[in-house]
């Protein structure tokens, strides 16, 4: 902040202690502002697997007070996507299929995480055949497939083999390095390499000391890799994909730089600054504080407190004090702010009420992005159904050559469950009126039943199709007129049920009679 004020006129008799004066005024809290102010450079770096984390997490210290916005745009992303169905026409296909998703519906849903957040996601499918399992897993007898997602850090990107025309991987590389306290108490390390093609795994420890790994070539039952790479926005002519946060990354780091000066500013202003009207600055330093040879006073590197003081004795007309503030420290920094924040809700396809805004002001927000976040999600699960139905088939291949079963196919098919923006008043309105409207214009004669109800069948999930091909599945025709015959059955037997009591009635009313005429005649 710049010193406000009027301009004093030092004595000369202390014009060579002006170094002093300085000093004195800075430990009054007063900073002199410089007259070449610096151009802001934004610092961007490429996002990584490290960084890409650390912005999830909120860790890089460079980044603190905007990587918050990187989890909300991960998370409302993998939230909405879901994880996929997989339908097989084999039954016993599809029995497998279930029982072994169902198990890792968790490790599915990390697997979009990591390939949005980190760009790539590895999964490798082992089959433990290990006698600790038997205890643990009584019920896989023979062995078990094992869904192992790979931390991106072990992928050997610089070499992989891959087919110089389809780019496909020929052969897998994974480095990892771990350490470990042996028995004496000493450190140690080792790195240990795995190269994985169709015909072989070689294990190899390339540094350190071995920690208990059988090294040497092993054969692959498999005939094929086992591992499925998960790649977000990867293009045609790259091996890898993009990270989510590689395009909000520069915004998140200059809302950061932003908040971080705004903060500064506010609390170097926030505390407000006393400011002087001086005539006679000697005459006004012996009145008030005693001092009455400045030149002395600072030579002793002498301070002025003002703590605790509740007023000053001015000798002079026009002497005055008052304080120094800022009306606003963060005025501009707030429409910055806020100008960088829909920057990072247009930039990642993010309805800004992720990010924790009040519903109200949202409202607009979640009629109109809601669309586009949708589209987002489709796009999403379609860049990673390919890779989705390459593992149901190497988990149906696995399968089939471990226990014997042979499937009459290993194609599978992906369901995902419905992104429907309404809520369930909106719904339950929207049927209403459909039903409303298919009523009247069946009644009318002007849309047939089948019509209606296969027009309705698109709004409500339970119904199904008008005329079902599969005999073992019931058409809505024969549902609608089965439910009509048990409604009068129900009402024929309702009916009786009050004919009888009418009757049971009449006999009570006759009796009475009956027994009143007795007594009469007796």
Same mark, same amino acid.
């Given at each position: 902040?710049?010193?406000?004020?009027?301009?004093?006129?030092?004595?000369?008799?202390?014009?060579?202690?002006?170094?002093? /004066?300085?000093?004195?005024?800075?430990?009054?809290?007063?900073?002199?502002?410089?007259?070449?102010?610096?151009?802001?450079?934004?610092?961007?770096?490429?996002?990584?697997?490290?960084?890409?984390?650390?912005?999830?997490?909120?860790?890089?210290?460079?980044?603190?007070?905007?990587?918050?916005?990187?989890?909300?745009?991960?998370?409302?992303?993998?939230?909405?996507?879901?994880?996929?169905?997989?339908?097989?026409?084999?039954?016993?296909?599809?029995?497998?299929?279930?029982?072994?998703?169902?198990?890792? *519906?968790?490790?599915?849903?990390?697997?979009?995480?990591?390939?949005?957040?980190?760009?790539?996601?590895?999964?490798?499918?082992?089959?433990?055949?290990? %006698?600790?399992?038997?205890?643990?897993?009584?019920?896989?007898?023979?062995?078990?497939?094992?869904?192992?997602?790979?931390?991106?850090?072990?992928?050997?990107?610089?070499?992989?083999?891959?087919?110089?025309?389809?780019?496909?991987?020929?052969?897998?590389?994974?480095?990892?390095?771990?350490?470990?306290?042996?028995?004496?108490?000493?450190?140690?390390?080792?790195?240990?390499?795995?190269?994985?093609?169709?015909?072989?795994?070689?294990?190899?420890?390339?540094?350190?000391?071995?920690?208990?790994?059988?090294?040497?070539?092993?054969?692959?039952?498999?005939?094929?890799?086992?591992?499925?790479?998960?790649?977000?926005?990867?293009?045609?002519?790259?091996?890898?994909?993009?990270?989510?946060?590689?395009?909000? %990354?520069?915004?998140?780091?200059?809302?950061?730089?932003?908040?971080?000066?705004?903060?500064?500013? *506010?609390? /170097?202003?926030?505390?407000?600054?006393?400011?002087?009207?001086?005539?006679?600055?000697?005459?006004?330093?012996?009145?008030?504080?005693?001092?009455?040879?400045?030149?002395?006073?600072?030579?002793?590197?002498?301070?002025?407190?003002?703590?605790?003081?509740?007023?000053?004795?001015?000798?002079?007309?026009?002497?005055?004090?008052?304080?120094?503030?800022?009306?606003?420290?963060?005025?501009?920094?707030?429409?910055?702010?806020?100008?960088?924040?829909?920057?990072?809700?247009?930039?990642?396809?993010?309805?800004?009420?992720?990010?924790?805004?009040?519903?109200?002001?949202?409202?607009?927000?979640?009629?109109?992005?809601?669309?586009?976040?949708?589209?987002?999600?489709?796009?999403?699960?379609?860049?990673?159904?390919?890779?989705?139905?390459?593992?149901?088939?190497?988990?149906?291949?696995?399968? *089939?050559?471990?226990?014997?079963?042979?499937?009459?196919?290993?194609?599978?098919?992906?369901?995902?469950?419905?992104?429907?923006?309404?809520?369930?008043?909106?719904?339950?309105?929207?049927?209403?009126?459909?039903?409303?409207?298919?009523?009247?214009?069946?009644?009318?004669?002007?849309? *047939?039943?089948?019509?209606?109800?296969?027009?309705?069948?698109?709004?409500?999930?339970?119904?199904?199709?008008?005329?079902?091909?599969?005999?073992?599945?019931?058409? %809505?025709?024969?549902?609608?007129?089965?439910?009509? /015959?048990?409604?009068?059955?129900?009402?024929?037997?309702?009916?009786?049920?009050?004919?009888?009591?009418?009757?049971?009635?009449?006999?009570?009313?006759?009796?009475?009679?009956?027994?009143?005429?007795?007594?009469?005649?007796?």
């Amino acid at each position: 902040m710049s010193f406000i004020g009027e301009m004093v006129r030092i004595p000369s008799k202390i014009a060579g202690e002006i170094s002093r /004066l300085r000093q004195t005024v800075h430990r009054w809290g007063i900073r002199i502002a410089s007259s070449s102010p610096g151009v802001y450079q934004l610092r961007s770096e490429p996002v990584d697997y490290q960084l890409a984390r650390e912005l999830y997490d909120n860790t890089n210290d460079a980044y603190k007070l905007g990587a918050a916005f990187a989890k909300p745009v991960i998370n409302t992303t993998v939230g909405f996507m879901g994880i996929p169905r997989f339908v097989s026409e084999d039954e016993d296909a599809q029995a497998v299929l279930d029982e072994f998703f169902g198990e890792h *519906s968790s490790l599915m849903q990390m697997t979009h995480l990591g390939g949005l957040r980190d760009g790539d996601c590895w999964v490798w499918l082992t089959r433990e055949e290990s %006698e600790e399992n038997s205890a643990l897993y009584p019920e896989a007898v023979g062995g078990r497939l094992v869904y192992n997602i790979i931390p991106p850090e072990m992928i050997a990107q610089d070499k992989l083999k891959r087919h110089p025309i389809t780019g496909e991987i020929i052969e897998y590389v994974l480095e990892s390095s771990c350490g470990w306290i042996d028995e004496r108490g000493n450190l140690r390390k080792c790195k240990v390499q795995e190269r994985i093609n169709r015909d072989a795994r070689i294990t190899t420890i390339i540094e350190g000391d071995n920690p208990g790994i059988e090294e040497g070539e092993r054969e692959n039952p498999w005939g094929f890799i086992p591992i499925v790479q998960f790649s977000n926005e990867r293009d045609p002519g790259s091996a890898f994909g993009k990270s989510e946060l590689e395009v909000i %990354e520069p915004f998140i780091k200059a809302y950061h730089d932003v908040m971080l000066h705004a903060i500064q500013g *506010s609390k /170097l202003h926030s505390t407000p600054k006393l400011k002087l009207h001086l005539k006679d600055v000697d005459t006004f330093l012996s009145v008030n504080f005693g001092i009455t040879d400045l030149a002395e006073f600072m030579r002793k590197g002498g301070e002025l407190k003002i703590d605790g003081r509740e007023a000053f004795i001015f000798t002079q007309d026009g002497e005055d004090a008052d304080f120094a503030e800022v009306r606003s420290a963060t005025g501009d920094a707030k429409e910055l702010l806020q100008l960088l924040f829909w920057c990072i809700v247009d930039a990642s396809q993010t309805p800004e009420f992720a990010f924790g805004t009040h519903t109200p002001s949202s409202l607009a927000s979640v009629k109109e992005q809601m669309p586009v976040l949708i589209k987002k999600i489709d796009r999403k699960r379609e860049q990673f159904a390919d890779s989705w139905k390459r593992l149901a088939r190497m988990v149906l291949a696995m399968e *089939s050559m471990a226990s014997g079963k042979k499937f009459a196919t290993h194609a599978v098919e992906l369901v995902w469950d419905e992104v429907d923006p309404r809520g369930d008043k909106e719904v339950a309105e929207t049927i209403e009126v459909l039903v409303r409207a298919l009523t009247t214009a069946v009644n009318n004669q002007i849309m *047939s039943h089948e019509a209606a109800v296969s027009f309705l069948a698109k709004y409500v999930e339970t119904m199904n199709d008008y005329e079902s091909d599969d005999p073992e599945v019931m058409g %809505e025709k024969d549902r609608i007129v089965q439910d009509m /015959l048990r409604r009068s059955q129900l009402e024929d037997a309702q009916l009786a049920e009050d004919e009888q009591k009418m009757i049971e009635q009449v006999l009570a009313e006759i009796q009475k009679s009956q027994n009143r005429g007795r007594d009469g005649d007796a």
